[in-house]
């Protein structure tokens, strides 16, 4: 699959390469299409990660089509997408060079995850060692609901589910100095001044010590994102062999920041991304997490690109994705055995489990 469509829509999500190869390698392919079809099609914005684009369809002035893009011809330009991506993959001769051509594929007629094909059957599980020194924690600027306990010795300590005398050392973390009027976090038994922890909740609720979260973050991802799901049973990433390839493409318009956002009012480019993670039970799990964490509004945020340098844009938060098939950990892809164990510590920073 090489593209992304919406029934209604003029404008298709391509893979970068597959487009590159229509508007250099394979230039008569597009203009025949083009003429004969009455179309003129440009690309409208591409994606930071520079792995996919959106392309539109635009009737050209008198030309039959009018004014209104038919549904055949939006699928006349799918198959030649996929016609040139297949063209690739047979000239570059190996099956793995096909890996580096999969695009961002998203239709309407999908399933509840947004797939177009039925996952694989479950296969053997790949057993994998936590690995955790990559790991890169930054604080969200979040608004939290926190479940609130009652303990009537315990005063205020209600207010952030914490009791009294679970830990029995005398030294706060975090001002260093003697704990004053100590309150002990009841999931982790971290105990802490009163006044510490409350200033601490206030920029994040989690334990200063261990992250453990109290309550549910909600960051300040753009709300008019959406998060589809492909998959390709095909495909195979490098050290998942024998599962096939989950594709997931975030996609987010144009708007405004709201006032969580660094610069509120000011107006922000739309963006789309592309992730990959193995087609089998360790991958579906972390899929699930992940879904989990862009309902919280966790994965992305608004700020300075750290690639490109531009401010006031959509950029990834702190919580890894595999953005290439490969390459290893500096481009970003695989193999990188410890991933899948890594990014699921990153969500559970975040309160964002299994359980």
């Known amino acids: 699959m090489s593209v992304l469509v919406g029934q209604d829509s003029d404008v298709v999500l391509v893979s970068q390469v597959v487009w590159d190869y229509l508007d250099t390698a394979r230039q008569s392919w597009l203009l025949d299409f083009q003429n004969r079809h009455g179309l003129y099609v440009e690309v409208v914005r591409h994606g930071e990660s520079g792995d996919c684009c959106a ?192 594709c997931i493409i975030y996609s987010f318009p144009p708007g405004l920041q709201a006032q969580e956002h660094p610069n509120p009012g000011v107006r922000y480019p739309g963006t789309d991304r592309v992730a990959y993670l193995p087609d089998s039970p360790e991958g579906n799990r972390v899929l699930g997490l992940l879904r989990r964490a862009f309902e919280q509004r966790l994965i992305f945020t608004i700020g300075t690109s750290m690639t490109t340098g531009m401010q006031n844009v959509i950029t990834w938060n702190d919580i890894h994705h595999k953005t290439s098939i490969w390459g290893g950990p500096r481009c970003f892809g695989y193999p990188d055995p410890t991933y899948l164990v890594r990014v699921t510590e990153e969500l559970r920073e975040k309160g964002i489990t299994a359980d």
């Open 55 to 246: 392309v539109r369809l635009r009737a050209v002035e008198n030309s039959a089509a009018g004014g209104d893009i038919h549904p055949a011809a939006r699928r006349a330009f799918i198959d030649l997408c996929r016609c040139a991506r297949k063209e690739m993959s047979r000239q570059n001769g190996a099956a793995k060079r096909r890996c580096s051509l999969l695009p961002c594929v998203r239709s309407s007629q999908t399933d509840g995850e947004g797939s177009l094909l039925a996952p694989p059957p479950p296969q053997a599980r790949h057993i994998q060692k936590p690995h955790l020194k990559d790991k890169k924690p930054i604080d969200l600027d979040t608004t939290i609901s926190v479940p609130m306990y009652h303990n009537p010795s315990a005063g205020r300590e209600a207010e952030f589910g914490t009791s009294l005398g679970a830990d029995s050392g005398t030294t706060c973390t975090i001002c260093m100095g003697e704990i004053v009027e100590r309150t002990t976090l009841d999931k982790c038994g971290h105990s802490f001044c009163r006044t510490c922890l409350d200033q601490a909740f206030q920029v994040k609720r989690a334990c200063p010590v261990c992250r453990m979260v109290y309550g549910q973050l909600i960051g300040n991802q753009p709300a008019n994102g959406s998060m589809m799901v492909e998959r390709d049973p095909d495909l195979e990433l490098p050290g998942h062999e024998g599962y096939g390839c989950v």
